[in-house]
């Protein structure tokens, strides 16, 4: 797997580079806008990981640059901006998937893994531009965003990881113990009662929109439509 890495801290930079070389991917790394939309041009990688914050051109111009130049390649954004409206510009702007830092190594190549297939299953990418309709609520998949009433859903990063993860299963119960490494990866530190605070201020948000969120003891957390 080639991987273009535009990361503009030294530190950082060299981590990356040797930890994902370690896992067996080709790894090109740049510090600047302007470098990283020479060097896609020129390697035409399989995926790049792309921190917003850079020089000169910032990650999202450089972005909208090169899907404006028909620059297909899928895209990881990683960065410390983790509100939900940087989320949605990114995605918005053509990203594929978000990552907030810091994070968990083995989730950042299996992110990319699973870019790289997508990238190359014509099923999976016809499918993945669909959108998802629960209640007042539209799910995005291509972009992630959400939606409620036709206007961007208020969410903490959290909130926003926890509906993400459960309407990528609609109608189905998803497992406490993911919906944990989902919302808060790699934060060893995070107590594991702590997705159950995420899961009741999410609950409130959705009052009124149609759908409501269960608790199902021994099986986790299901999303429903109050109609269902």
Do not use: C
Request: hydrophobic share 45%; aromatic share 4%.
């Amino acid at each position: 797997m080639q991987l273009l890495l535009v990361e503009d801290d030294p530190t950082m930079q060299a981590t990356l580079q040797r930890a994902l070389a370690r896992r067996g991917m080709e790894v090109t790394a740049v510090g600047d806008g302007r470098s990283a939309l020479a060097r896609w041009s020129d390697l035409a990688p399989d995926a790049v990981v792309l921190d917003l914050t850079l020089p000169g051109l910032d990650g999202l111009q450089v972005l909208e640059q090169a899907r404006a130049r028909g620059l297909r390649t899928p895209v990881l954004i990683l960065t410390a901006r983790g509100t939900v409206g940087d989320r949605v510009l990114g995605l918005n702007a053509g990203a594929d998937d978000y990552l907030p830092k810091p994070f968990d190594l083995d989730e950042l190549e299996a992110r990319l893994r699973a870019l790289q297939r997508r990238s190359h299953d014509p099923v999976q990418a016809k499918s993945g531009s669909s959108a998802i309709q629960m209640g007042a609520i539209r799910y995005e998949k291509e972009s992630g965003a959400i939606y409620l009433n036709g206007a961007i859903m208020e969410l903490t990063p959290r909130e926003l990881a926890l509906m993400h993860a459960l309407l990528a299963q609609p109608g189905h119960a998803v497992a406490k113990e993911r919906l944990y490494g989902l919302v808060f990866p790699g934060q060893l530190d995070v107590q594991y009662e702590a997705i159950e605070v995420v899961v009741y201020r999410l609950r409130k948000k959705l009052a009124g929109t149609g759908l409501t969120l269960m608790t199902l003891r021994g099986l986790g957390y299901l999303l429903k439509t109050d109609t269902a």
